[in-house]
């Protein structure tokens, strides 16, 4: 049963996730190649910090938009962390300088000190907030992410949250300010500070609405028929679930198909015929579709564009 529904004029982004090793960057190519070929203005992104989806497409990509040569319509990008911090400490440096300087106790050489500092997580921060800037900009029609292994992944989606608290501490230092200034001055002219946390608030909440609207964005499950696999899926689906993320697709990749004629090869889709059913079973909500396990490396637009015409239907 292929996946379906990734032409959908309505859906702008689609994320592909799951294990490290199950071929999510290969699926996320397919679908980004048979949108583009269907006429979709369709942008590949990548997020993962092992970036493999020049290796997949064989281009070089990089940090910024590419256009991929061999696909009209398709482009892609490795969005870069640390480059993306960068970029946002220096767009927003005096705003960020004025709310420590108002709002705490700090010395200029302490607040430099702040500002340095790596942030943990920061990388799937500043890699949606890329992806949303992207779609604010309506440039394509299509957004297909291919997503870090499931823990990075799953950081991704509490990133409304996580900023969201991020923001209160900030707007609570700011408030304190505010009373002081409105205290002994009578009145209280907001500035650049508040617009900035007026603007990173609404960023949340935009954020927050487009990964719930299952009729703008889509997470497809990418998972093998192996047992770690299965369980770690079956972990990953629950966490979705409780950020109100319905994953309603799965696909089951590198199975082996069913006739084959040496014993090694019979051993194994016996093996997996066993965790297939399982899946089956465990997931059976889900639209799931089996790819099969390819004779060759699946790398190049040739051999993913073959693969993506049987794995999506519109």
Not at 214 to 241: H, Q
Not at 285 to 310: A, M, R
Request: with cysteine; proline share 4%.
């Amino acid at each position: 049963m292929p996946i379906t529904g990734i032409l959908e004029p309505s859906l702008k982004l689609i994320l592909f996730g799951g294990k490290g090793g199950v071929g999510k960057t290969t699926c996320a190519s397919c679908a980004g190649i048979y949108s583009a070929k269907n006429g979709k203005n369709t942008l590949l992104i990548s997020t993962d910090p092992a970036h493999s989806l020049a290796d997949s497409l064989g281009s070089e990509i990089g940090n910024e938009i590419k256009q991929i040569k061999g696909v009209d319509g398709l482009s892609a990008m490795e969005i870069s962390a640390e480059k993306e911090l960068s970029d946002f400490k220096m767009e927003y440096q005096t705003e960020l300088r004025r709310l420590f300087d108002t709002s705490t106790y700090l010395d200029k050489e302490d607040i430099d000190s702040i500002l340095a500092l790596p942030i943990p997580g920061i990388d799937e921060v500043m890699g949606f907030k890329t992806i949303i800037d992207l779609i604010e900009e309506g440039g394509f029609d299509k957004y297909i992410v291919d997503t870090a292994p499931t823990g990075h992944a799953l950081r991704l989606l509490t990133l409304p949250e996580l900023l969201d608290d991020w923001i209160k501490v900030l707007a609570k230092m700011r408030w304190k300010y505010r009373y002081m200034v409105t205290s002994f001055a009578g009145e209280y002219k907001s500035d650049s500070a508040d617009d900035f946390l007026m603007n990173m608030k609404k960023t949340v909440k935009k954020i927050e609405g487009l990964l719930k609207d299952k009729n703008r964005c889509e997470f497809i499950v990418v998972t093998i028929p192996e047992d770690m696999a299965i369980k770690e899926t079956e972990r990953m689906i629950k966490s979705l679930n409780r950020y109100n993320v319905k994953v309603r697709q799965m696909i089951i990749n590198n199975v082996i198909p069913e006739q084959v004629h040496c014993p090694f090869c019979r051993a194994r889709r016996e093996n997996q015929d066993r965790y297939i059913g399982e899946i089956m079973t465990r997931f059976s909500d889900l639209k799931i579709t089996v790819v099969f396990l390819q004779p060759h490396e699946v790398k190049g637009i040739d051999s993913l564009n073959s693969i993506g015409v049987d794995i999506f239907l519109n």
